[in-house]
Structure formats: C-alpha cells, structure tokens
C-alpha cells in the first residue's frame, strides 16, 4: 500500500477539489525535455481518496498513482495532454482553459508540473496560482 505523509516535501498538491480525492505530484518524477516549440514534461501524480479533508489522520491509505505527459507550445500558449486510447494508439489533445473537464484536475495538473520544472508560470496569466511560499 502507498502511503504518503500529508507533509511530505517530495509531494505537492494540485487539484481535485471537492470531488473527494486529493491529487499531489511527486516532484521527484517531474522531467522536461526542450523541444522546437516548446517543451515536454512527464510527471507522476498520486491520486487519493480523501472524502473528509479536515477527519483525515496524519496519512493518506488509499492511493492510485499514474503518468501524464504534457507538450507545451511558447508560441501559442497551448498545452496539450498525451492520451492513450482503447487500441493503444496515442493522441495528443488540447488541454483547454475554458472546460470543466479540464480544469478541474488536467489543467492544474500540468501548470503545477510546469511551474516545478522551470519556476515560473506558463501562462502569463495562470489559471491556477502557485499558493505564496511555495519552494521548489
């Protein structure tokens, strides 16, 4: 079983607000790689069930963890999410700002990772801040 201490510095919360899951990144997994236009990162979260934030213990018990891949375009401001389909075929798909399907954990997911690989915001504007006081 993966247990994760709710203060651990290797982990970093992003997302899942209010849908009873608690989503943290293991910064240790974030990795970029420069491309023409922009960049890559692979990430690791940790997704807990978590349906009482403020009953919980010290830990977290139930833990699911899974990759994600994002493509960032600098010129276009765009991140895109690598998706694997059913077949195993792999697409990638634009990750949009002004979709709930997106920014209740994808579009955090990938500006947290973001944010940790290079120290600063991918947007000029970001949709998600960065919580003050945040050392990476």
Known sequence: MLRLRRNSSNYYPHGGGGTGLSFWIDKNSVHAKKTDDGCVISVRSVAYYCPMPDKI????????????????????????????????????????????????????????????????????????????????
Do not use: C, Q
């Open 57 to 136: 213990s010290a830990y977290y018990n139930s833990a699911t963890m899974f990759p994600a891949h994002f493509s960032y375009n600098f010129k276009t401001k765009k991140i895109y999410a690598e998706i694997i389909e059913r077949d195993h075929s792999v697409k990638w798909e634009l990750v949009s700002t002004n979709d709930f399907k997106y920014t209740r954990n994808i579009l955090p997911l990938a500006e947290t990772a973001f944010y940790i690989a290079y120290g600063r915001n991918f947007f000029d504007k970001p949709y998600i801040p960065v919580p003050r006081g945040v050392n990476f």
